[in-house]
C-alpha cells in the first residue's frame, strides 16, 4: 500500500513538472493544496523526501520564463512552495540551484503595483531567505532594495504587503553581508525614521507586527559593530528610549518592547570596569604566581563582538541545564583505582591524628584546667540542638501545659519530633510589600519597640547616638608598642562598657573570646577591625522570611536607568566615595553621601560611585591573586537617613544568573537593632534584579576570557534607622575567628566523661593559619578491653566544608552539624556511641578570611586540586586527602565522605553521588553496562534525607561523574578511596520551593537544622544497613517508642488546643497548616485522620519493625 501511494504521488510530481496542460497543472495544485492542508507536518515532510520541492520550484520557473506569466497557476504555486519551504531545510540552496530565486525577484519586480500579486512573491521570498546563503545572494541581487521600495511610511493601504515585506527584510539582514550592505547605504537612519512614523501613527496599536519587523531589522544591523556605530550617529538610543518610556505597561505592545530593549542593550557602547586593573586589590606572593600585566588603553576591538545579546526577559524560569557533553564515558577511567599519590610511609604523620585509636583510657580522661573559666562558658548551651524556632504565637500558655510540662520539652527539643516537619510558623509569616522594614517585620513582639514600632528605650536610645563609636573596635596584633597604646586602652574600655551595657548571652558566642581568636588570625591586607556583626554575634529571627515576589518589569526598569545614564547625565554625580586602590581618604564625614568601609574579616568591597543622590556603583574585589569570581560581598555602610530608599548596583558579578532574579534577597545587620536586644542578619532588599550590563573585561588580562561579560546585581534598602551603621553581605557570614570562637567553646562545653571532643591542627595555610580538624565519639563506657575494642572499631564518618569561601551557607550547615552532635539529644549519643566523625568544618581558612569567593590565595579554586595537590601549594587539601588515604590504609575507609557547599543557582537542600552506570545511561554511551557492578547504596542517604529533612529534596539529586569535575573532592573520594557514598551536599543560597519550608528563604535556623537532619540521616543509614548490630537497632527502638510516648502526650494536648485555637481556625493560611500538620501526624503514627484517636492506632516499634523498613526507605 505505501508503494502504491509514492508511486502516485511520483506520478503526480512528474506530471506536475511535464505538463503543459494549464487544467492538469491547476487541478494537481488543488489536489496537492488539499492534501497538505490537512493532517500533520509528516505528509509534508514525505512529500519532500519525494522530490516535492524540486517539483514545485521547476513548475515555478518554467511558468515564469512564459512570455506571459499565468498569475492563474503561480498564486497557487507561491502558496504551496510557502508551506513547504518551511519545512524543508536545504529549502533555499534548491531554489538557488533551479535558478527560482531571480524569478521571483523578478516577478515581485514586475508587481510593485498588483499587491496581490506581490503579496505571493513576497511569501516565497521570505522562505528563500530564511537561508543565510540564500539570503545573502538575495541581497547581493538587489532584494533589500526593492523591499525599501515597498516599505513605505504609515499608511493604511496594503498593509499585509508591507508587513510580509519588512518581516522579509528582516530575515535577509541576519546575513552579515547584507547588514554591512545596509549600514554602507546608510539604511539604519532610514529604518528609525520609518519605525517613528508608524509608532507616532498607529495610535490604537493595530501594526504591531509592521513596528516590531522594522525593529528587528535593526536588531540584526546592530550585531555589527559598524550597525551599532551607526545606530548611535543617528541618534537611534534617544529615538527608542523615548519611544519605550510610555510603553512599558501596556501588554498589547509587549513583541515592540522586548525588541527595543535588545536593541538597546546591544548598542550601548561597551566599556571596561572602572577599575585600574581587573586584578585583585590584595596580592600574595606564593610560588607560580605570575605578575600581572599593567593595565593597557583600550580600544573597541578588545571587546567581543556579541553574536547574540541575550534576550530581556522578566521570566520565572530558573531551570539550570546539566550539560550532557560533560559526562566521562571512559569506563576505565569511572572504574579505575588511580595508585596513592605520594610515598606510603608518608601516611604514618596521620597517625598523630587519630589517637582515638590507640591511647588508654587514662588519656582520654579529661585533664585538670581543661574548662574555660566561668566568663567563657557564661553562655554554653550543653544541650544545644540546632532547630528552626517556633512562633510566639502558637506557643501554649501555663494553664495549657500544666501537668504535662516535662513531655512538652522532650517534644520540643527532641529532634525525632523535627522530622520533616520543620518551623511550626511555615505558613505564618506575612509577606511584605517592598518598603517594609524587615526588623519591625520579623521582631514585632520584642521588648524595646512598641506597637506603632517606635523605640521606647530611653537608656538605649541614648547610647544609640553613639553608634558611630563602632568604628572605634579593633582588633590589633599582639606588640609590645602597640598594646599598650591609650587608644587600645580607650577601645578595651568601650568594648567593656558597650558589652556590659547592650549584650544579651548567646547561644556558643563569646565576643571577649572571639576578639582574642581575631587578634590571631592573619590576613593578606592585615586587616586592624573587625566587623561589628562578628564580635556582637547574630540570634536567628524567629520565623523564616518568604521569598520577594518580584516586580514584574523591574529588570526593564533598571535597563532604561542605565540608559538614561547615557544619554541624559545632567544629574550624574559619578564621585568615588570608596576605594581600596586610592592611597588618599575619599570618605567625607561631613557630606551627605553614604559611608563604605570593608577592611574586616570576610570582608569584600573594593569601590563605591556615588551616581546620583541615592543611588550607589559598587564593585568587588577579585579573588586574591586573581583576576575572577567577583561575587562575595560584606561591607559596612554608615551615614545614612532613614524612611528613604537607597539603591546599590554591584557591576561586577561575574555568574550567568543569580537565585537574586528567583525570590532572594541579600543580608542585613542593623548595629542600632543590635544594641536594641536585636542582634540578627536578616533578609533586605527590594526591587532586586540580576542581569548583563554593558562592561567587558580586556582581552589582554592574565588569564582572562575574551571580552568576558559583567553582570550586575541591583536593589533598594529602606535602613531601618537614620545614622545607623549597617552591615550588607550577600549570605549570612560565618568568619575564620567566628569558627575558631565556636569550636573552643564547644569543647570546654561537654560532658568530658561522655563525649570525646579533640580539636587539633590538621596543617598551616599558606597565609600562617591554623586549619582545624575536630574529633567527635562518645567515650568508651569503661577502661575494659572489650569497651576500649567497641571504641576503637567503630566506623568512620567523615564531613568537609568552606572549601569556597563565598559558600557561608555551608558553614552555617557544618556548625548545625557540630552542635548536634555533641548535644545531649538521644540521637546524637547513638552516633557518638556507634561513630567517629573526622570534621574539616573549614577547607579554606584564607579564602574566608580575605573575603574570596571562590579560591585559596594562589588563585586557584581548592575544589579542583584533589587529584594531585602538594603539600606546599594546597596544604589543607594535601592533608586532608593524606588523613583518608591513612584511614583507608589501616582498613578503616569512612561509611560516608560529604563535603558541605552552598548552591547559586537552585533552591533547596540536595546531594551530588558518583554512580558509573548512572553516568553512562545519561550519556547514552554504547558500552554495555550489564557487566559492570556496583554498590547501589550511594542512593539510599538521599532518599533518607528526602523523607526527614524538611529543607532537602531527592528531586534535584544527581550522581552523574563529569569530567570537569573529576578533580573535585566528591570524585576522588569515590575513585581513589573506593567510599561509594561519597557526596557533595549543596545548600541554596535562597530557599526552598518544595516541603514545609516552601516559598520560605533560608534564615540560619534552617540551615543549622539540615546539619543536624544530616546526622540523623547517617544513623538511619546504619540502622538499614545489614551490618548494623542488634544492641543499636534495640536502642533505636527503645529510643522511638519513648519519642511517640512523649509526641503522644504532646499531641493530644497541643493540637488540641491549636485547632480550638479561634486564630487556627479562621487563618486562611493555617488553614493549610492544619492539613499539613494533620498529614504529617497520621503519616507519623500510621493511623488514619480525624476520626481515629492517635494513642489507640499506635504500636510498639521493635527491632523487627527497623529491620523491615519502619525508617523511611
Not at 573 to 592: C, G, H, M, R, Y
Not at 763 to 791: K, W, Y
Not at 914 to 934: D, H, P, Y
Not at 945 to 960: G, Q, V, Y
Amino acid at each position: 500500500m505505501a508503494e502504491q501511494e509514492a508511486s502516485g504521488l511520483q506520478v503526480l510530481l512528474q506530471t506536475l513538472q511535464s505538463s503543459l496542460d494549464r487544467e492538469s497543472i491547476l487541478a494537481i495544485l488543488q489536489l496537492l493544496g488539499d492534501l497538505l492542508s490537512v493532517g500533520t507536518d509528516r505528509r509534508i515532510r514525505y512529500m519532500i523526501s519525494k522530490g516535492g520541492s524540486e517539483a514545485l520550484l521547476r513548475t515555478l520557473v518554467d511558468t515564469a520564463r512564459t512570455a506571459s506569466p499565468d498569475y492563474v497557476i503561480l498564486l497557487p504555486l507561491f502558496r504551496l512552495l510557502a508551506k513547504v519551504g518551511l519545512r524543508d531545510k536545504k529549502f533555499g540552496q534548491k531554489a538557488l540551484e533551479l535558478e527560482a530565486l531571480d524569478v521571483t525577484l523578478i516577478l515581485a519586480r514586475k508587481n510593485l503595483c498588483h499587491s496581490q500579486n506581490l503579496l505571493h512573491c513576497l511569501w516565497a521570498l521570505r522562505v528563500f531567505a530564511s537561508s543565510v546563503t540564500t539570503g545573502a545572494m538575495l541581497g547581493i541581487n538587489g532584494a533589500m532594495e526593492l523591499l525599501l521600495k515597498v516599505i513605505t511610511p504609515y499608511t493604511q493601504k496594503h498593509t499585509q504587503v508591507i508587513r510580509t515585506a519588512a518581516e522579509v527584510l528582516a530575515a535577509l539582514l541576519k546575513s552579515k553581508s547584507n547588514s554591512r550592505r545596509a549600514v554602507n547605504r546608510s539604511y539604519v537612519p532610514r529604518l528609525l525614521r520609518l519605525h517613528q512614523d508608524w509608532h507616532s501613527h498607529d495610535t490604537a496599536h493595530s501594526f504591531v507586527p509592521i513596528r516590531r519587523a522594522l525593529l528587528l531589522c535593526l536588531k540584526h544591523i546592530a550585531k555589527l559593530r559598524s550597525g551599532r556605530e551607526a545606530f548611535l550617529a543617528a541618534q537611534g538610543m534617544e529615538i527608542l528610549f523615548s519611544i519605550i518610556q510610555n510603553c512599558l505597561d501596556d501588554q498589547s505592545l509587549e513583541p515592540v518592547i522586548s525588541i527595543v530593549l535588545q536593541i538597546l542593550r546591544q548598542c550601548y557602547p561597551k566599556s571596561p570596569l572602572p577599575l585600574l586593573t581587573t586584578s585583585s586589590t590584595y596580592s600574595f606572593p606564593v610560588p607560580g604566581i605570575v605578575t600581572s600585566e599593567a593595565p593597557r588603553v583600550l580600544t573597541e576591538e578588545d571587546y567581543e563582538d556579541d553574536s547574540e545579546e541575550e534576550e530581556d526577559k522578566d521570566s520565572d524560569s530558573e531551570d539550570v541545564k546539566e550539560e550532557d557533553d560533560d559526562l566521562e564515558t571512559d569506563v576505565n577511567k569511572l572504574s579505575s583505582k588511580p595508585g596513592l599519590d605520594r610515598p606510603e610511609e608518608e601516611l604514618m604523620q596521620y597517625k598523630a591524628m587519630c589517637l582515638e585509636l590507640s591511647c588508654s583510657f587514662e588519656e582520654l580522661e579529661s585533664k585538670p584546667g581543661d574548662d574555660l573559666n566561668s566568663d567563657e562558658t557564661e553562655y554554653a548551651n550543653h544541650h544545644h540542638i540546632p532547630t528552626a524556632a517556633s512562633p510566639k504565637g502558637l506557643f501554649l500558655n501555663k494553664d495549657q501545659i500544666s501537668g504535662g510540662q516535662e513531655k512538652e520539652v522532650l517534644v520540643q527539643n527532641s529532634l525525632l519530633s523535627r522530622v520533616k516537619m520543620g518551623r511550626s510558623s511555615i505558613h505564618l509569616t506575612s509577606k511584605r510589600g517592598p518598603g517594609m522594614n524587615s526588623y519591625r517585620n520579623v521582631h514585632s513582639n520584642d521588648p524595646g519597640i512598641d506597637s506603632s514600632g517606635s523605640d521606647v528605650s530611653d537608656i538605649q536610645a541614648s547610647f544609640l547616638e553613639d553608634a558611630g563609636d563602632m568604628d572605634a573596635i579593633s582588633c590589633p596584633r599582639i606588640s609590645a608598642s602597640f598594646s599598650n597604646s591609650t587608644k587600645t586602652r580607650e577601645t578595651a574600655e568601650f568594648i567593656d562598657q558597650l558589652l556590659q551595657t547592650h549584650l544579651k548571652p548567646m547561644v556558643f558566642h563569646d565576643p571577649y573570646l572571639y576578639m582574642a581568636k581575631a587578634r590571631r588570625t592573619r590576613s593578606v591586607a592585615d586587616f586592624t577591625m573587625m566587623a561589628f556583626p562578628d564580635f556582637w554575634g547574630h540570634c536567628p529571627p524567629l520565623s523564616a522570611q518568604p521569598m520577594l515576589q518580584r516586580k514584574c518589569g523591574v529588570q526593564r526598569i533598571k535597563i532604561l536607568e542605565d540608559v538614561r545614564r547615557l544619554i541624559q547625565p545632567s544629574d550624574i554625580i559619578n564621585k568615588v566615595v570608596f576605594s581600596l586602590d586610592e592611597p588618599w581618604p575619599l570618605q567625607d564625614t561631613a557630606s551627605d553621601c553614604l559611608q563604605f568601609f570593608s577592611a574586616f574579616e570576610s570582608g569584600n568591597l573594593r569601590k563605591a560611585i556615588q551616581v546620583r543622590e541615592f543611588e550607589y556603583d559598587l564593585l568587588v574585589n577579585a579573588d586574591v591573586n586573581s583576576t575572577q569570581h567577583q561575587q562575595w560581598f560584606y561591607f559596612k555602610v554608615s551615614g545614612m537617613r532613614a524612611a528613604v530608599p537607597y539603591r546599590f548596583n554591584i557591576i561586577n558579578c561575574e555568574k550567568p544568573n543569580s537565585q537574586f532574579n528567583y525570590g532572594m534577597q541579600l543580608t542585613l545587620y542593623s548595629v542600632k537593632e543590635a544594641l536594641l536586644g536585636r542582634p540578627t542578619w536578616v533578609r533586605t532588599g527590594y526591587d532586586i534584579c540580576y542581569y548583563k550590563n554593558h562592561y567587558r573585561q580586556r582581552t589582554a588580562g592574565a588569564g582572562a576570557a575574551s571580552g568576558k561579560c559583567y553582570y550586575t546585581l541591583t536593589f533598594a534598602v529602606i535602613f531601618p534607622h537614620a545614622e545607623d551603621a549597617c552591615y550588607l553581605a550577600y549570605h549570612y557570614p560565618y568568619t575564620y575567628s567566628a569558627l575558631m570562637t565556636h569550636l573552643d567553646i564547644l569543647g570546654k562545653s561537654v560532658n568530658r566523661k561522655q563525649v570525646y571532643f579533640r580539636q587539633e591542627v590538621l596543617c598551616q595555610t599558606l597565609g600562617g593559619n591554623s586549619c582545624p580538624l575536630v574529633t567527635i565519639t562518645a567515650m568508651p563506657e569503661s577502661d575494659r578491653a572489650d569497651h576500649l575494642e567497641q571504641f576503637r572499631q567503630r566506623p568512620y564518618q567523615v564531613i568537609t566544608a568552606r572549601v569556597h569561601p563565598g559558600e557561608s551557607n555551608a558553614s552555617w550547615v557544618m556548625k548545625g552539624t557540630l552542635e548536634f552532635l555533641v548535644s545531649s539529644d538521644p540521637v546524637a549519643r547513638l552516633l557518638r556511641e556507634n561513630f567517629i566523625f573526622k570534621i574539616i568544618p573549614m577547607l579554606n581558612p584564607d579564602g574566608v578570611i580575605n573575603g574570596n569567593h571562590r579560591c585559596s590565595l594562589r588563585g586557584e579554586d581548592l575544589n579542583r586540586q584533589w587529584l594531585s595537590p602538594s603539600a606546599h601549594l594546597q596544604p589543607t587539601i594535601y592533608h586532608a586527602k593524606g588523613l583518608l588515604h591513612y584511614l583507608g590504609s589501616i582498613g578503616r575507609r569512612p561509611t560516608v565522605f560529604c563535603d558541605f557547599h552552598g548552591h547559586s543557582q537552585k533552591k533547596n537542600v540536595f546531594l551530588y553521588g558518583c554512580s558509573i552506570k548512572e553516568t553512562l545511561w545519561q550519556a547514552e554511551a554504547t558500552v554495555g553496562t550489564s557487566n559492570l557492578s556496583e554498590d547501589v547504596s550511594y542512593r539510599t542517604l538521599p532518599k533518607i534525607l528526602d523523607k526527614l529533612a524538611p529543607a532537602f529534596t531527592m528531586s534535584s539529586c544527581s550522581f552523574l561523574v563529569e569530567k570537569s569535575r573529576a578533580s573535585t573532592a566528591r570524585v576522588v573520594v569515590w575513585r581513589e578511596m573506593g567510599v561509594s557514598r561519597s557526596y557533595t551536599m549543596e545548600s541554596s543560597y535562597c530557599g526552598c520551593n518544595q516541603g514545609p519550608y516552601q516559598g520560605l528563604q533560608f534564615g540560619t535556623g534552617e540551615l543549622e537544622e539540615m546539619g543536624a537532619m544530616f546526622c540523623l540521616g547517617l544513623l538511619v543509614l546504619e540502622l538499614k544497613s545489614g551490618s548494623c548490630s542488634h544492641q543499636l537497632l534495640t536502642r533505636a527502638a527503645a529510643l522511638l517508642n519513648a519519642e511517640e510516648e512523649s509526641l503522644d502526650f504532646y499531641l493530644q494536648r497541643s493540637f488540641s488546643v491549636l485547632l480550638a485555637s479561634s486564630y487556627f481556625r479562621t487563618s486562611v493560611c493555617c488553614v493549610h497548616l492544619q492539613r499539613y500538620y494533620l498529614h504529617i501526624f497520621c503519616e507519623l503514627f500510621e493511623v488514619k485522620p480525624v476520626h481515629q484517636n492517635i494513642k489507640s492506632c499506635q504500636k510498639e516499634k521493635t527491632v523487627e519493625d527497623l529491620k523491615h523498613g519502619y525508617f523511611p526507605k
